[in-house]
């Protein structure tokens, strides 16, 4: 089983609507998770992190992770065309007292917002 | 624009050989990672310098190596190139460490023949 596991999708929505993009893991020591949005062609860009389990809100977009369930989401509501992009999870073990860490992405979930 | 540069864009080579990647960060940015992004992979994390020292290693193989030069540009050396090295490299910097956003740059294609 990889440690990080997300639907690579494509996932396509009427421009409007609710998405969620969804991660699980298998790594009970990851602390740190972050979502990324990645255009065609371009970098990858950080979008929100969180280090606890519950809600993050910024805008349009909530971060939610269940430590319970390894189980972290994105949503993103009143979803625009220009949200079409790869949305890569990724997630931060820290050891060694927090000088060392390990950072595992998934692979990424394509989403077309259809206008 | 992240800030973060990256050169040269487009790089083709045959098995075999060895190249080079160059990243400069971010202005004050004193920690640069590097990534490999592949469609079967996906993006992985390679190695981390903060300040001109080894930081953080992940997936990286002993066929490739990295160094921080004082100026803090980067570069990312990748030798005995194998045809599943093809893949797009990306360049991030951040103030410090793994706690701050990264920003990364364009990226660099290679293709291996």
């Known amino acids: 089983q990889k440690e990080v596991e997300q639907d690579p999708g494509p996932l396509s929505v009427p421009e409007g609507a609710i998405v969620s993009l969804n991660c699980t893991y298998s790594n009970s020591a990851f602390q740190y998770f972050m979502w990324y949005r990645q255009y065609s062609r371009k970098g990858p860009e950080l979008l929100m992190y969180?280090?606890?389990?519950g809600n993050k809100e910024d805008g349009r977009f909530t971060a939610q992770v269940d430590k319970s369930s390894k189980y972290i989401s994105l949503f993103i509501r009143d979803s625009q065309p220009s949200d079409s992009a790869t949305y890569l999870c990724a997630m931060v073990e820290f050891y060694s007292g927090g000088s060392n860490y390990k950072l595992t992405f998934g692979k990424g979930t394509l989403l077309t917002v259809n206008p | 624009d992240s800030g973060v540069t990256q050169t040269p864009k487009h790089l083709i080579t045959a098995t075999g050989q060895r190249v080079t990647l160059r990243c400069s960060p971010r202005?004050?940015?004193?920690?640069v990672y590097w990534y490999q992004q592949s469609l079967d992979q996906g993006l992985q994390f390679l190695i981390q310098y903060y300040n001109g020292e080894e930081r953080a290693k992940g997936n990286i193989l002993e066929r490739f190596s990295a160094q921080q030069f004082p100026d803090l540009h980067s570069e990312l050396n990748l030798s005995s190139l194998e045809l599943g090295d093809s893949a797009l490299y990306f360049c991030a910097s951040s103030v410090a460490g793994a706690h701050d956003e990264q920003f990364f740059g364009p990226g660099t294609r290679l293709t291996v023949l």
């Open positions: 969180t280090y606890s389990s």
């Open positions: 202005s004050g940015d004193l920690s």
